[in-house]
């Protein structure tokens, strides 16, 4: 499903050049009129491990760079999902690096009249560039285009530290999140029973 925005960003002749994770045009004209004018916008590219993908990454977790053909490997996996992997990426004029990325990820239910969902993961900002709201431009361009997939809800998880950003954000608590990593050992008595 491609979008209709009527102001879709048009590709330029650089990211023309770049092989692109999606169609720029699924990222709102708006978001890129929001930049100061040494940034610039656009989706993820498969070069992008060049460009400090990973140092911004590793701000967020425990991100080691791989090398360049399983960086190319993994990207063409998301590239080979159309409309469902988003990450979005602003890059400075001056150095050609990533300065703040994001992702959203559309996940098709049964549920809701077969709706979808967005999940907004891996939102990053160099340290270099805090306080330029970047954080808060990703976060909006990444909502427009869960709004232009068609996407009943957004959700994001996140540490205590973040709830203020993602309140101003538009966000708001709800539920809660489990996690079992499959390093760790399995559990060896029966589970707590539940209602399910």
């Known amino acids: 499903m491609q979008p209709s925005l009527p102001h879709a960003l ?3 002749q650089d990211q023309r050049e770049l092989d692109l994770l999606f169609d720029p045009s699924f990222i ?20 992008d491990h060049s460009r400090g993908h990973f140092d911004l ?11 360049p053909i399983v960086y190319a490997k993994t990207f063409r996996n998301l590239q080979s999902c ?13 150095t050609d690096q990533l300065v703040a990325c994001g992702s959203i990820i559309v996940e ?10 967005g999940h907004i993961e891996d939102i990053a900002v160099s340290k270099s560039m805090q306080g330029r ?15 232009a997939m068609g996407c009943y809800k957004i959700i994001l998880d996140c540490n205590k530290e ?10 708001k608590h709800k539920e809660y999140q489990m996690v079992r990593y499959m390093e ?9 029973p539940s209602k399910l």
Do not use: W
């Open 162 to 171: 973040n709830i203020p950003f993602y309140e101003k954000c538009g966000f």
């Open 108 to 117: 098709r239910k049964f549920t809701r009249a077969a709706g979808m969902i």
């Open 10 to 12: 048009e590709m330029t």
């Open 28 to 47: 709102p004209e708006s978001a890129r009129q929001q930049l100061d004018a040494d940034l610039t916008i656009r989706p993820l590219a498969s070069t």
């Open 82 to 94: 159309p409309n469902t992997y988003f990450t979005v990426v602003i890059v400075s004029k001056q």
């Open 57 to 67: 990454l590793s701000i967020l977790t425990i991100a080691p760079p791989v090398s």
């Open 133 to 147: 709201k970047l954080g808060l431009k990703i976060i909006n361009t990444l909502e427009g285009i869960g709004r």
């Open 184 to 192: 760790d050992p399995p559990v060896d008595h029966p589970p707590t």
